[in-house]
């Protein structure tokens, strides 16, 4: 019998511009990119240079800590850029996509009888590795390491973020497929987490192999992290690895046809777009192709509007993300806006009138309505933040950089996203979600 959760403490954001459930697909994009920022705690080395002709699946760059972890191509083509930032750090390796794509093919032989090794060495080489991460640290998972489980969040709460069961039922081979391959590399449960608000698609209910456990409640209940939390909290010493439907399909692709396809399905969303709508594309596409033509000032996102990357309206889709958001740019000043009654106005509390329409829908923009100020001392994060731990004390025990109450106070289970609804709700305006990352990166440093 399935397990039901109830997740009482977190926010739905009420949004415009849900994606209709209609799945075109995108023209093929001119560009695609690999991003080295998409991936925690790697130092990419590169392996191409610009002009170098790749196939889908030919390398691009490893990690120098981990050699055989490659990040490869999604399309064939030609190496035209590799854009970089401060201090020459590596943004994007740009490739000019053929019209025709050409693959890498992999000798993999059954799944089944393949040995972890085996398995992970194919999914190193075809740069498939990165889709599987681990907690602490929410970096790529360490092949060398056992996990005590596996964990998969079968859907998204998230503001506009796309339906998992709509996008993943199509594809009920190919996921059961990649769950097999996954169950070779732990001896500990696969837990496949639903939404017990309706009923989920047959691909995840039908699934073999796994444990299944069913959420209902407000955002953050899809977050990967809470769901380990409610399930099998991670102590001093563990390990959990996780990873995402499109990603385990993807996996699934590579161990039935022995190359890298990089075909997924992204929700193009926001209250600035026209027909808002599912697209399907190879990862790392431009966006160029889907957006419409605008001439006000929008805020293009590589993922939702909590903790998804801006980017240009020529940018690119990130590795792991599963929606395109746009929504306005605020650049503009309120005089006495705390003063209006707001009915316009999306509130998280009752401090405007809007909080007497709860159906309603607003369009959001980049507006953060006040600058960074001390810390007030109020209870905002509690009422969103539902994990078992004390956010302001285990932010503030990260900014004094406290090892030891960092660890007390389970720095090991969360990651940025999981607070991005306190930086929401932060009366302050702190930017939590880089000081969580700053706490974990000093950690991981700590611990190596």
């Not at 998230?158 to 097999?180: H, N, W």
């Not at 707001?342 to 007497?356: D, I, N, P, Q, V």
Request: hydrophobic share 35%; aromatic share 10%; with cysteine.
């Amino acid at each position: 019998m399935s397990k039901v959760i109830k997740i009482k403490k977190g926010l739905n954001i009420s949004m415009l511009g849900t994606a209709e459930k209609i799945i075109k697909k995108a023209n093929q994009a001119e560009y695609y990119a690999v991003k080295p920022t998409d991936f925690k705690g790697i130092r990419p080395k590169l392996v191409v240079k610009v002009g170098d002709k790749v196939k889908a699946g030919t390398p691009l760059f490893y990690d120098k800590f981990q050699p055989e972890v490659q990040f490869t191509s999604p399309v064939s083509g030609e190496v035209t850029a590799i854009n970089r930032g401060e201090r020459r750090i590596i943004l994007e390796v740009v490739v000019r996509a053929d019209a025709t794509i050409e693959y890498e093919e992999f000798q993999l032989g059954d799944s089944t009888n393949l040995s972890k090794e085996e398995i992970v060495a194919v999914l190193q080489q075809s740069g498939l590795w990165p889709t599987i991460r681990q907690r602490p640290y929410s970096t790529i998972a360490n092949p060398n390491d056992s996990p005590k489980a596996i964990f998969i969040s079968a859907f998204e709460s998230a503001p506009l973020a796309p339906d998992m069961d709509y996008v993943a039922k199509e594809y009920t081979d190919y996921f059961q497929k990649g769950i097999d391959v996954l169950s070779k590399l732990t001896d500990g449960t696969i837990h496949l987490n639903i939404n017990a608000d309706y009923p989920a698609a047959e691909t995840f209910t039908k699934a073999k192999g796994v444990q299944i456990n069913k959420f209902t409640g407000p955002h953050p209940s899809g977050n990967v992290g809470v769901q380990i939390n409610k399930i099998d909290p991670i102590n001093k010493g563990e390990i959990v690895w996780y990873t995402y439907p499109q990603e385990i399909i993807t996996i699934g692709r590579l161990f039935d046809n022995g190359i890298y396809d990089a075909t997924k399905i992204i929700a193009l969303a926001g209250s600035e777009v026209q027909n808002p709508k599912y697209y399907k594309i190879l990862n790392g596409a431009s966006i160029k192709n889907l957006i419409d033509e605008n001439e006000s000032e929008l805020r293009y996102i590589s993922g939702n509007v909590l903790t998804g990357s801006k980017i240009s309206d020529d940018g690119f889709v990130g590795y792991y993300d599963n929606q395109i958001t746009v929504i306005p740019e605020g650049k503009y000043y309120e005089f006495f806006g705390w003063a209006t009654p707001g009915f316009k106005k999306y509130t998280a509390s009752r401090a405007l009138l809007s909080w007497l329409i709860p159906g309603k829908k607003y369009r959001l923009d980049t507006n953060i309505h006040g600058g960074q100020r001390a810390y007030v001392m109020t209870s905002e994060y509690d009422k969103v933040f539902p994990m078992d731990i004390y956010p302001v004390q285990l932010i503030k025990a990260i900014m004094v950089e406290d090892i030891d109450k960092m660890e007390q106070l389970g720095i090991y289970e969360v990651d940025e996203e999981d607070f991005a609804l306190c930086e929401y709700v932060c009366t302050s305006k702190i930017e939590v979600q880089s000081i969580i990352r700053t706490g974990l990166d000093l950690m991981r440093k700590e611990m190596s």
